[in-house]
């Protein structure tokens, strides 16, 4: 079916697999006469749709982007096993030793995606490390020359067509290679544990353009951290170890086959995002925190011990190879890509007075988030709305990263802070105006990575000496009064905006750390303030508020606290400030979720996302199953012609994806479930030709294996590159075998909470609705239950469109 | 019914509302014609019984005790809600903005849950520091004046009647009062959570029983901790305040009458158990953990942030509490009843080299571990055969109490050990036969609280100056050279045999801390014998081997990895040993799984309880739902009469919990699936005389409201107590209004693994099995999934008993 998609969305422009919601045929009306039903089944007419659309155009191609839509373009991923013959032979052949063997082989994939994504992460640091530290050298020779001579515009040029060139090569990249490799890659990942395929989320390629996106974004200057692509690539990794081949390579390793399936598949991702947090912050409890807060629904003891180990050993990994790089071989002291080094539990201590400070500064965190997520909603929706053309996202890409390079320019250049050189460990120190022996400390911060930044406004003394960063040079001169405040609100200000607008571009990068800088930057700046005030109290530490306000401004955008706490005590290897660090996450999620959503939920409601939440709507207890499901429902008898599947399959009008299998009707029953069958299942079906011929009536041409519907997984062809002949459209395909014959089902009666806690907590992709004689009435599927949302006037519905 | 039940059982000695396996009658025979089931529905005829089994005693009464049985005795918990009419009409009423009055309600008696469960801490923590300071005082007193003048054997007389005398009054109030409030209550709660109702496990009475007799364990001198009980402590508070009243003193408050349900109570109770982990450990994130890991299924986001709440409030008030009360008000310095003292991460690093070494602790924790718990479970045999009479239960707990006192006395007797007085930190300082201005160190371990000596164990430098445990001197000693290796493997043994006698006795006590202690023992031996080894190389400090050995040995014993890893962390504010506490706590696992399961497990199996594990046994696909279920079923119709429904209620044959509803039967038609009725909801109808008398067709007598049914939660009366009149038992009953009218239902074809993982996920308590008509064939409960499992030569079937 054609299909008009919008080129910022996730998905690609290649999407040839849509759902829609099953519209097609009806097989049993409820109410109606038993009999009446099956006529339609066995008749090859057109498909009857729903009265109210234009059978040609269900759908409006166009529509105006908004928040109040369901997309239909998303696929689901079906947790629940179909339990079929096959799947039940098999099972029952594998006895309990080579059940052991799958648990063990279960356990080496973990510890594989756990190797591999620490590799991904050690490849990440290295090589932003080297790349950055040439392009820092090169421009600072530049300056270097310039500021001697005059000229300095041309050092700007240089350092902003240097940013401008790794920026276009890190967009043009992702723009036309792979669109859904752009972000974070956090809300794709959210959305596919929540059981949302989005297409190529899981590819090789994505991991290929996501890794050297997110180098060539940090080299480029942008306000951008490497650390949250870390959890796509995990997720990435484990997709592809765990299948133990790779569509895109063509190459099969022909282990790990019973993995093949969704729910297998699922596990594992959940071990890689996890590894990629652990790797990514060194914190392996809190990758397992995260994909369980964020990603899972069913807690599985096992499952959690696989997740933890798959963290424990990536950050292991990278902490390892890590040390070697640095020439300790033996030491291990990088567990993360960032390390927030070490909080000093003896110096600094909390004491009760300082509680409703952190309060106070969770509030301000969650405004502060609200206004950030505000301000990205807004640019986000101009984007879908102006900038869905692949060039114009890379000039936009171009355009931030010139503006970044000439603000931290022009900071720099008005900036008369000098540093003594001795003692400092800056990396890259620009002397400019300053006096011999010293170095622009201004400089200090936009002559490095992000990371480097947040580590200094943590530990960086208050009083002058041994200063490493814009801010808390501005921090330490403002309390030695030599700067004025308003300058220091500015900074913050710019960079605020600057993260702001970076995020959403059609780049590889997280938010993470600009989120954590920025709060960094504002904590500190209160820190300081409150110690002006107080006439510098011993206890009001600025790196100590520091953290607190990274903590409650990366609250207040992104909206985790369990995890997040974890991820900051495990981070800054301190357990002393969990109560405060919790305290603060749980105001500035409350505060900011007064406002506006966590920005990785905004953006999967604005991709129009068909997300569970956790619970359906709190007032939806008035709808019920029967208000809620698709009806009428495209059904097939246990044996059905060939012709009438290929009918079914083809229709563009409607794309079921499952379809129940009611009895073999001889016009005197009602067509009760029997089970049901999967479209992909069908399609390898038709495929391998399992038909009973008319001629040799009860006679299989080959007998299918389940290796055979693995091989395919997870990319089943299109029933259009199926070719069924004339003669054999008019055989018949017997779906005993192949069908799920206990399929979970709902009455009528259920309410829309019973539904969605059935749905949600099994992971379904279909649910059959049957009345009280089990016969099929309905169909449930995600968009059913994903469209009643609540608004602020109660319970509301979002429309369906084929965006 | 007559119950023999046993007194060692958890249960207590009165369970009268059991539930059996329903097999009273049968309503639709599966394959039979249609019109053959519905006579058996109005018949008031005797139950028809199995076959196989005798019709007066269908269960022999007393069984040989052993952990391939399921008893019969505890009831499930239902946590999915009965959405009836009454039900459904008062959640339409309620509007949006009564449901956020719902959740603040919901944070607020988190809030509570915390608060509180920190008081109990605190009350423990400071009767306990209370008593047995009066207790060592005096028994210094009479040591110190025997010392000199000879017969200390009169001094080993009162200290160990002391002791006994404690343990004497700790045990006869929990022999006598209520038993269940016997151990940790750590397996208690986990049952609880799993969904099976352990009798009076949540009652204000068993609190007030716990936290005596903790007191008076703990002072008793036994080899116990009070960190266990404060998880049955916390959760026993979290029932109480979130149901709004207590039935014990027949109290009620008036709030919170919207949680009166299991779901909403697991819920807290959940939070309660975290709140209990978080106070006694000061880890709230491990809190969390330990109740997601130990109990919770269904990983709930909101949920897990009101119990992280829970946990965070509950450690702050503990802390807070304690802080004043040593006199430091404002420094918030004790998180935790038991502090693991701060492990300087400056200069206790790990290297690479020393992870074999940490693996192969890990080995050993866990054989020693499946030791222990071997031991165990082998007294715990024998003790359910021959010590189940409180009297003797309570000898039992005075002998122990006895030979802990005489084989310290003896231990301090024989040692020579004496260590300068002077900067040292002990509490009550022995000096016995040591010269002017020493102690004898071996008294300080054992003139101490446990949990003191696992601090030193951890801290002591490995330099004699400022020992202050037994193991640490003998440890320090063997470096020295002074003391024979044996001497000190025979203090270890000596402990680990004490503990492991001491689990299981019928007082108030915890494993947590003599695990840590046997662990942190010989953990230090071995750190101590590495460096003596390795030429006392600087890495191989002694604490770390001991937090090492600690983690080892708990993990053999209570098989906990995740949570354990963060309680760990959190108790010791050091998160640089992560990774290699993770190490340990797995290897511990995986090797002691191989011999015998956890010690909870083992508890929970000996006690026959119907504890579902996280997945169906792997093996368990060739049976299906057919196989599995309970059959025949006793259904009622929609309108039933009042006689049937006494007399279904009144059957001692069996005592079913869940009624399937069925149509209204003409004679003609099959009869169908119509809802679910518990019979508690059948006593409230019986006791509000809900009938529609003959005389009065369609005139309900009075309207019932969820109130009713609310406010008889949980203590429903027993059928018994209700009279019905002959006239009444020829009334009808309308159930409709107040059946599930969607209960879950799986078709016969069903896997157990599909039954099951919908039983599981669900929380449910009864699943109705249905045929292809939506008729009743059979009813899967509780029982009917637990009775499978796999055994070491594959799927074993358990057999079900009342005992």
Redesign the interface.
């Known amino acids: 079916m054609a299909n008009v998609s919008k080129k910022v969305s996730w998905s690609g422009r290649d999407v040839d697999d849509d759902e829609a919601a099953p519209l097609l045929r009806r097989a049993a009306r409820p109410g109606a006469p038993a009999g009446e039903a099956t006529p339609l089944l066995n008749g090859a007419g057109p498909a009857a749709v729903r009265a109210d659309m234009d059978p040609l155009h269900p759908f409006p191609k166009e529509i105006p982007h908004n928040e109040k839509l369901l997309s239909l373009k998303y696929e689901s991923l079906d947790y629940d ?1 179909s ?1 079929n013959q096959l799947f ?1 032979e098999e ?2 052949r ?3 030793t080579a ?1 052991r063997t799958v648990e063990i082989k279960r356990w080496v994939i973990c510890a594989m995606i756990g190797i591999l994504t620490g590799l991904v992460a050690c490849f990440i640091d290295i090589v932003v490390e080297k790349l950055a530290g040439l392009k820092y050298r090169v421009v600072k020779d530049n300056i270097d020359k310039f500021t001697a001579r005059g000229g300095l515009s041309f050092s700007l040029l240089l350092w902003a067509s240097l940013n401008v060139a790794f920026v276009l090569l890190g967009s043009v990249i992702v723009a036309f290679i792979e669109p859904v490799a752009a972000g974070s890659g956090i809300p794709q990942i959210k959305c596919f544990l929540n059981g949302v395929k989005i297409p190529h989320v899981v590819r090789l390629k994505t991991l290929v353009i996501k890794v050297s996106g997110v180098i060539l974004s940090v080299v480029g200057g942008l306000a951008v951290g490497k650390e949250g692509p870390m959890i796509h690539s995990g997720s990435v990794i484990a997709a592809g170890v765990s299948q133990g081949r790779s569509t895109s390579l063509k190459r099969d390793f022909k282990i790990f086959e019973y993995f093949r399936r969704d729910t297998e598949k699922r596990d594992f991702v959940s071990a890689g995002a996890a590894a990629g947090v652990s790797a990514a912050f060194g914190a ?2 809190g990758g ?1 925190l995260f994909s ?2 964020e990603g ?7 499952l ?2 696989r997740i ?2 798959a963290s ?1 050993i990536s ?2 990994t990278l902490n ?1 190879v890590l040390s070697i790089y640095h020439g300790n ?4 002291s990088s567990p993360g890509l960032i390390n927030f080094g ?1 909080f000093d ?2 110096t600094m ?5 300082e509680i409703p400070i952190f309060i106070a500064m969770g509030v301000v965190g969650g405004i502060l988030g609200a206004v950030f997520n505000a301000l990205n909603y807004w640019l986000t929706m101009f984007r879908i709305r102006y900038i869905h053309r692949p060039c114009l996202q890379v000039i936009e890409a171009m355009l931030v990263a010139a503006v970044t390079a000439t603000v931290a320019f022009v900071l720099i250049y008005s900036s008369r802070d000098c540093q003594p050189l001795q003692g400092s460990s800056v990396s890259y120190p620009l002397q400019l105006f300053c006096a011999d022996g010293e170095y622009n400390s201004m400089a200090a911060a936009f002559f490095n990575t992000p990371e480097k930044s947040v580590v200094s406004l943590f530990h960086d003394p208050p009083a002058p000496p041994g200063v490493e960063s814009v801010w808390q040079a501005l921090a330490s001169a403002l309390s030695a009064g030599s700067y004025n405040p308003m300058t220091l609100g500015l900074f913050t200000l710019v960079y605020f905006f600057l993260a702001c607008w970076t995020y959403g571009l059609t780049v590889s990068a997280g938010v993470f750390i600009p989120s954590l800088l920025i709060g960094a930057a504002w904590g500190r700046l209160f820190g300081i303030s409150l110690s002006y005030l107080t006439g510098a109290a011993v206890w009001a530490d600025p790196g100590k508020y520091a953290l607190m306000g990274a903590a409650a401004q990366l609250g207040g955008i992104v909206r985790m ?2 995890s997040l ?2 991820i900051m ?2 981070a800054t ?4 400030y ?2 405060p660090i ?2 603060v996450l ?1 105001t500035a999620k409350i505060v900011g979720d007064v406002f506006i959503e966590g920005l990785y939920d905004m953006h999967i409601q604005l991709q129009s996302v068909p997300f569970l939440h ?2 359906a709507p ?2 939806s ?2 709808l019920t ?1 029967r208000e809620v499901m698709s009806t009428p429902v495209t059904c097939l008898r246990r044996r059905e012609k060939v012709g009438i599947i290929v009918d079914v399959l083809s229709s563009t009008a409607s794309n079921h994806n499952g379809f129940p299998v009611v ?1 073999d009707a001889d016009g005197t029953q009602p067509a ?1 479930l ?1 089970g049901l069958i999967l479209r992909s299942q069908l399609i390898v079906l038709l495929k391998h030709k399992v038909f009973i011929e008319r001629s040799y009536m009860g006679l299989l041409r080959r007998r299918l294996r389940l290796k055979d519907f693995r091989d395919a997984y997870p990319r089943f062809p299109p029933i259009q590159s199926i070719h069924v002949s004339q003669d054999e459209r008019e055989c018949t395909m017997d779906l005993s075998e192949f069908m799920n ?2 399929p ?4 009528q ?3 829309l909470p ?1 539904v969605f ?2 749905f949600r ?2 992971g379904l992709r279909h649910l059959v609705v ?1 009345d ?3 016969q099929v009435v309905g169909l449930v599927t995600r968009k059913d239950l994903a469209r009643y949302r ?1 608004g602020k006037g ?1 319970l509301e519905e979002l429309s369906l469109a084929q965006t």
Chains 1, 2 share one sequence.
């Not at 071989?329 to 291990?332: A, E, N, P, S």
């Not at 290897?573 to 002393?576: A, G, P």
């Not at 979970?744 to 009455?747: A, E, G």
Request: hydrophobic letters at 45%.
């Open positions: 096993n339990e039940l099972e029952r594998i006895n309990h059940f392996p409890v397992v369980l807060e899972a629904s069913f807690w599985n003891q096992f959690t011990w933890f180990f424990m950050t292991f390892f071989v033996w030491d291990l070490r539990t003896e201590v909390y004491t009760i007075h606290t369990l706490t974890v005590m495990e290897s301190n357990v002393t969990g109560f919790m305290l749980m956790w619970e709190v007032t207890h008035s199953a009895e009760r029997q014959p206990s979970y089902t709902v009455p009666e259920a309410s019973r806690k059935l907590a099994l049957v009280n004689c089990n609540l109660g």
